[in-house]
């Protein structure tokens, strides 16, 4: 913990010891400082599971903003250990005690947002969050939307895995890495905090995130192009630790299942209107984006998906997942 942030734990202990004796408390622990512009599909989400499970129990959910409890990975053991009960960690934190989840990050797996709900919601997902519980000891009450889809920047146009040749991009992980390196293009590695930077000096060429994220750090002003590639899906498991989820009565259990229903409905909502608005904004900001037809779409799939599920079938803990996977993806469409 940096001295930043122990003012604002040492305020998140104080809430929750002032809290009525015999107070069952939920501690949630989020990325994101309160307030943020164009990222309520999380801080909303969760204020949605609290406000829900306040007015339908005689639980209090306590929400610490701003990293206060630690990095990513940090709380997510935390909520192991049973120190805190939810955090915001995504789909990539996960991926460190839970190998298999990064078959959902593969390339070209959803071909919209509404077959990912599909498959999440439905028995691919189940079995998955069951498999999660049973490993992790972390009860996914649901799956939430990080902003969409991933899409390429560059400040060049590009429209075919072809144009991709040359350019240095700065992706993370080797899920991401691969792919991107098959079509002729060199992978980076640069900080998220760096990126900027980087991109203003040219030592990447271009990236790839949600337009959410384009849009918070500014990239219109260091980007000239935003192509709409829809290459990976951006989740997060609303997790909550088994244990205490246990140790509640079967009528807040029941609170908290309806509570976590209630947050994903509108997180989804929200980060769909949240990303249409985003790409109107960086349009507004000069930039050029590039709506792709299906045909080169799955060009980039076809470049794209090919040697990511050849790392994938050496990298998680269950390969026949794979093809699970894409089996659901097909019987929901």
């Given at each position: 913990m940096t001295f930043a942030t122990r003012p604002l734990a040492?305020?998140?202990?104080?809430?929750?010891?002032?809290?009525?004796?015999?107070?069952?408390?939920?501690?949630?622990?989020?990325?994101?400082?309160?307030?943020?512009?164009?990222?309520?599909?999380?801080?909303?989400?969760?204020?949605?599971?609290?406000?829900?499970?306040?007015?339908?129990?005689?639980?209090t959910v306590n929400l610490v903003y701003g990293g206060a409890l630690g990095a990513p990975n940090d709380r997510l053991a935390q909520m192991r250990r049973g120190v805190i009960?939810?955090?915001?960690?995504?789909?990539?934190?996960?991926?460190?005690?839970y190998s298999d989840i990064m078959i959902l990050n593969m390339p070209y797996l959803f071909p919209t947002e509404q077959t990912a709900w599909a498959v999440l919601d439905g028995p691919f997902?189940?079995?998955?969050?069951?498999?999660?519980?049973?490993?992790?000891?972390?009860?996914?009450?649901?799956?939430?939307?990080?902003?969409?889809?991933?899409?390429?920047?560059?400040?060049?146009?590009?429209?075919?895995?072809?144009?991709?040749?040359?350019?240095k991009m700065r992706v993370l992980g080797p899920l991401a890495?691969?792919?991107?390196?098959?079509?002729?293009?060199?992978?980076?590695?640069?900080?998220?905090?760096?990126?900027?930077?980087?991109?203003?000096?040219?030592?990447?060429?271009?990236?790839?995130?949600?337009?959410?994220?384009?849009?918070?750090i500014h990239l219109y002003e260091v980007q000239s192009h935003l192509m709409l590639t829809g290459h990976t899906y951006a989740f997060g498991p609303l997790g909550i630790s088994d244990a205490f989820y246990?140790?509640?009565?079967p009528e807040n259990q029941q609170v908290i299942t309806d509570a976590a229903a209630a947050a994903i409905a509108y997180n989804r909502e929200t980060s769909r209107a949240v990303e249409a608005s985003a790409i109107a904004r960086a349009e507004e900001a000069g930039v050029t984006v590039v709506r792709l037809t299906d045909a080169q779409r799955d060009a980039f799939r076809q470049a794209m998906q090919p040697p990511a599920i050849g790392?994938?079938?050496?990298?998680?803990?269950?390969?026949?997942?794979?093809?699970?996977?894409?089996?659901?993806?097909?019987?929901?469409?």
């Open positions: 040492a305020l998140a202990l104080a809430a929750t010891l002032a809290l009525p004796a015999g107070a069952q408390t939920i501690t949630v622990g989020l990325s994101l400082p309160e307030t943020m512009e164009g990222f309520d599909f999380v801080n909303g989400m969760y204020r949605t599971f609290a406000d829900y499970v306040q007015d339908h129990s005689d639980m009960e939810m955090t915001d960690a995504a789909d990539g934190n996960y991926a460190s005690i997902g189940q079995q998955m969050a069951e498999d999660i519980r049973t490993t992790t000891g972390i009860r996914v009450l649901g799956w939430w939307e990080s902003g969409g889809f991933k899409h390429f920047s560059a400040n060049r146009l590009v429209e075919t895995p072809a144009d991709m040749a040359g350019l890495t691969i792919p991107v390196e098959a079509m002729g293009a060199s992978a980076s590695p640069v900080a998220f905090g760096e990126l900027y930077t980087a991109l203003q000096t040219g030592v990447v060429d271009g990236q790839d995130n949600s337009v959410s994220v384009f849009n918070l246990e140790g509640l009565s790392w994938l079938r050496e990298n998680v803990d269950h390969p026949d997942l794979i093809d699970a996977a894409l089996a659901a993806v097909q019987a929901a469409e």
